[in-house]
C-alpha cells in the first residue's frame, strides 16, 4: 500500500474553523484561467470547498477520502523538526512527501538517504529549494510544484509591501491603534511610491505579475532576469533592462525580488552589493530568505543605506522568536504567508491533487509542475533552477 506523508502547518491556535465561518468571507471568485492563458488545476475530482482552510493539519489538503478510498495509506503531521519528529519518523517508508514552502519539510541529502521508498516530493505551491535537488536528481525522485497557483497572491503582497515601506504604513498604524493624533510623526518617513525607480529581479511568473499591477502607479520600472522578455512586452510596461543585478540596483529606489533560491542566487543581497544601491532603498522578498545576507540586511538598515525591508520569508522556517529580522529598524515582514491565501490554498490543493492522479495512474505529470524527474531537471525546473538556460513551458 502506498504510503503519502503530508506535511501541514499547525491549525490555528484556536482550533480548526467552522467552514463556512462568521466573521468573514464564505466564497471566493471562481476565475477562469491563470493569466496567458495557463490552465487551471484539473484533478478529476476534489474533496472541498474553496475557501475552506486546507493548508494546516486539520485541512490535510482536502485529500484524505481521495487517497483512502484509493487504498493509500496517508499521515499528517505538523511535527517536522529533528531527528525524534513524526516527519523523520515516518519518511523512512513514505512513497511520496508532500509540503508547503510556509512550513516546508526540508528534505536534506541525510533525510532523502534514510528515505528509502520515496519516489515522488510534491511541493504544494511554488519553490522546491527545500528539497536538495542534486540528491533527488542522483536519486532519480520526482520533485514537483503547483505552479502558477500562488504567483498573483505573492505579486499582491510584494506590492502591498513596497506600499507599505515607502508610506511608512507600520508606524501610522501604530499610531492610530495606541490612541495618538501625531501627524510629523506619522509623516516624517512618508514618500510616495510614484516617480520611483522600481527594479524586479526575476521576471517570472510572480516578477511579470508585479510589473502589470505597479506600471500604472506611475513608476520607471527596471529589471533583471537571465532571460530577457519579448521587446513587446518591455514596451507595453516600460520595463528597462540590466544585464546582471549589479547593474539593477544602482539604478533603483526599491527592490523587489521574485527569482528562486539556487546556488547563483544564494546570499546574494550582500553587503557589497547593498553599499551599491541609492542611499535610503527599499528591499521587498517574498522569493526566499536565504537570497539575502540575513546580518548585511540588519546592518543596512541600521546605517541608514537602506530605509526599509520586508517580505516573509526567512532562513529557516519557522523563524526563531530571536530572529534579528523580527525586531530589525524599519520592518515590515511578515510569516510565510504571501502565497498562502485562502483561494491560492484552493488551488494548490487541487494541483497537489491533480498531480497525484497522474502519478498513481502512470501518467505524465504536466510539464509546467515539474521540477525534477528521471534524474533532470524537467519543465519548469530546467527553465527555472537548472544552471544552464532553457526556456520556459
Ligand atoms: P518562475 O519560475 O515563473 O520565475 C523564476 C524566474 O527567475 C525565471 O524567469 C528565471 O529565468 C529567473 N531566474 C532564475 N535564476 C536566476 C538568476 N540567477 N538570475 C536572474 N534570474 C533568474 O517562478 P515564480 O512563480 O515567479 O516564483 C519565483 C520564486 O518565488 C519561486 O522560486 C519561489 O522561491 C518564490 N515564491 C514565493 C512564494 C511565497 O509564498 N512567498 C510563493 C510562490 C513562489
Redo the contacts with the bound molecule.
Sequence with gaps: MAKVLLVLFPDPVDGYPQFPRDDARDTIPALPDYPNGHTLPSPEGTDFVPGQLLGSVSGELGLRAYLEGAGRELVVTSDKEGEGSVFDRELVDADVIISQ??WPAYLTPERLAKAKNLKLAVTA???S?HVDLDTANALGITVAEV??S??IA?AE?AVMQILVLVRDFVRQHEISVDGGWNIADAVERSYDVEGLDVGI???????RAVAERLAPFGVRLHY????RLPAEYEEQYGLTFHES?EDLVRHIDVLTV?????E??RGLLNDELLATMRRGSYIVN???GAIADQDAVVRALDSGQLAGYAG??WDPQPAPADHPWRSMAHNAMTT?T???SLPSQAKYAAGTREILEDWFADRPIRPEYLIVEGGHYAG?GA??YAQQEVA?V
Excluded at 224 to 227: F, W
Design positions: 514552502p510556509f505551491g511554488i519553490g529549494d505552479t502558477y500562488n504567483s505573492v503582497h529581479f526575476a521576471a517570472g511568473r510572480i516578477g533583471t532576469d537571465r532571460h543585478i521574485h527569482a528562486p533560491l539556487t547563483q542566487t517574498p522569493a526566499r516573509d520569508v510565510h504571501s502565497g498562502a519548469t527553465h527555472s520556459a
